[in-house]
Structures are given as C-alpha cells and as structure tokens.
Nanobody, 115 residues
C-alpha cells in the first residue's frame, strides 16, 4: 500500500503562483510514476502532469510553460509548481502514484484562482 498526503492548495489571484506538495509513504519502491490530476466541478478528472521514477516529465497542453512537476526522491515527495495561474485552473488537485498495476490517490487539495 502507498499513502499520499497533499498540501499547498489555497486561494490565489490570477497571475499568481502556488506550489503543491505530495508526500508518499508505504510501499513506495513499487511506484513507477507519480503525477497530479485535477477535477473541476461537473467535469472529469484530468491529468495535469506526470513524472517518472527517472525524472522524465509530461504535461497537459493547458499547463505547459506554466506548471513544473519535480520530485525529491530523498523525501519521497513530488511537487507541482504552478505559475501564471488562471481562473480556469480552479479545481481540486489530486496526487497520484502508479505502480504494479495499482493506482493510489491522495485526498485532494483545493486550488481556487480568482479573476
């Protein structure tokens, strides 16, 4: 089992920045990928960014150039630095870990961007 705990959400004005953190614990040696997803009210949960165990990152087109995913293997933590935030970035952000055909999810953290 893998446990994920997110932090760092909040309310910010458009153009501002936030950094989300996701601390992993448990059977973390089974994890291949970690990432961030988001879900706005009435919409499906979508991938925002993904990072492999080797450090390769992928981003949704909507956040490329504004968001950066990174990981600190010593702390078993993944970060999402979000810059130039837009009102359409408002959503609950979920940390995800995937390994051995299993998905693990954090509890979610709210990000609200005011115009």
């Amino acid at each position: 089992q893998v446990q994920l705990v997110e932090s760092g959400g909040g309310l910010v004005q458009a153009g501002g920045s936030l950094r989300l953190s996701c601390a992993a614990s448990g059977s973390i040696f089974n994890i291949n990928y970690m990432g961030w997803y988001r879900q706005a009210p009435g919409k499906q949960r979508d991938l925002v960014a993904l990072i492999t165990s080797g450090g390769s990152a992928n981003y949704a087109d909507s956040v490329k150039g504004r968001f950066t995913i990174s990981r600190d293997n010593a702390k078993n933590t993944v970060y999402l630095q979000m810059n130039s935030l837009k009102p359409e970035d408002t959503a609950v952000y979920y940390c995800n870990a995937y390994g051995r055909a299993k998905d693990y999810w954090g509890q979610g953290t709210q990000v609200t961007v005011s115009s």
